[in-house]
């Protein structure tokens, strides 16, 4: 039976019930790399380029983790996930930056996953398939099933906002706000202080797309997207007692999403936005501490009802 590797990194965040029952479903035993850990960490920053943003440091420690415990990688080229919207480059090339970085890997599947163009999905599908078996009647089922968990999963994700909990919104890409160990277990912080996590995950894609429209301008990006959607119905419902933006140092997407996100947010509204932005160097205490400030602020607000804002104009306008 073929061993898959999935290293738990980057879109495994967003795709991993998708991949893991069509590979089991082909018959393959798949193996995922364990939670990120400080080894993950710094042997994939050893091996990456310096440049690389932290979030790619981490895939390739998940790559070393996996190297010699599997004999097929899946390490797809990811061009696009959506039609007439792109992803971060880096996700294009991943397959020759871990390729030239590691030594003696073992095989790849690299399929191009490019859905910017119409009806992909299934041919994709197939030619992963390939790898592993060429029974149409087994691909198929399996690309059914594979479909049927990926719809499954993304409906759980939809967590209700509790109303007259102080509900706080963490935005950033999926493989920051999901991985404990990059996101120094946030979630966990906020819900001990009382604060209620929820990511953008909760709202459907209709909701998102539809706010995203009202954004003047193309978006190009897919969490730029989905972002700035989450963004604009949260200054119009006011369902968040506050938003923190968990960026990646260094990340070129984040320069221009992570700035319109907090714009939008302190000039419509009154919610209290936090940006942090984390490298390989960030320490927790730096981070618990600004976390802490913030819901210190928070509690602050709350007591005593005024709402000032902070910041610009409502500082003098009350
Ligand atoms: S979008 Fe930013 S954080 Fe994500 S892979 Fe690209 S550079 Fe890194």
Redesign the pocket.
């Given at each position: 039976m073929s061993k898959i590797g999935l290293p738990r990194g980057?879109l495994y965040y967003e795709f991993a019930p998708l991949w893991t029952t069509f590979f089991e479903a082909l018959g393959a035993e798949v193996v995922v790399s364990p939670k990120t850990n400080k080894k993950i960490l710094d042997d994939g920053t050893r091996y990456c380029v310096d440049d690389a943003?932290i979030?790619?440091k981490v895939f390739h420690g998940h790559v070393l983790n996996l190297k010699n415990k599997v004999d097929t990688l899946f390490i797809p080229r990811i061009m696009g996930i959506h039609q007439k919207e792109y992803i971060?480059p880096?996700f294009c090339g991943l397959p020759e930056m871990i390729k030239y970085s590691i030594n003696d890997l073992p095989k790849m599947i690299n399929t191009k996953i490019d859905y910017t163009k119409k009806d992909q999905s299934k041919r994709t599908m197939n030619q992963i398939a390939s790898y592993i078996t060429t029974n149409k009647k087994t691909i198929q089922k399996a690309y059914q099933m594979a479909n049927q968990s990926y719809t499954e999963y993304k409906k759980n994700q939809k967590e209700l906002l509790i109303s007259n909990n102080h509900n706080i919104m963490i935005m950033g890409?999926p493989y920051i706000i999901y991985d404990d160990f990059l996101n120094m277990s946030i979630k966990k912080k906020l819900k001990k202080a009382g604060l209620y996590p929820v990511t953008y995950d909760i709202f459907d894609e209709s909701i998102l797309n539809k706010y995203a429209l009202g954004y003047h301008g193309k978006i190009f990006w897919l969490f730029f997207r989905k972002m700035i959607g989450a963004c604009l119905y949260l200054i119009d419902h006011k369902l968040v007692d506050g938003v923190i933006y968990l960026s990646?140092f260094g990340?070129?997407?984040?320069s221009v999403v992570a700035e319109t996100v907090e714009r939008n947010i302190r000039r419509n509204s009154q919610i209290p936005f936090m940006l942090i932005t984390i490298d390989e160097h960030s320490g927790e205490a730096g981070f618990n501490t600004r976390l802490e400030a913030f819901i210190d602020m928070l509690k602050w607000r709350n007591k005593d009802e005024n709402y000032l804002s902070p910041y610009g104009d409502y500082v003098y306008s009350r």
């Open positions: 980057l943003c979030p790619v971060c880096k890409h990646s990340c070129g997407i984040d």
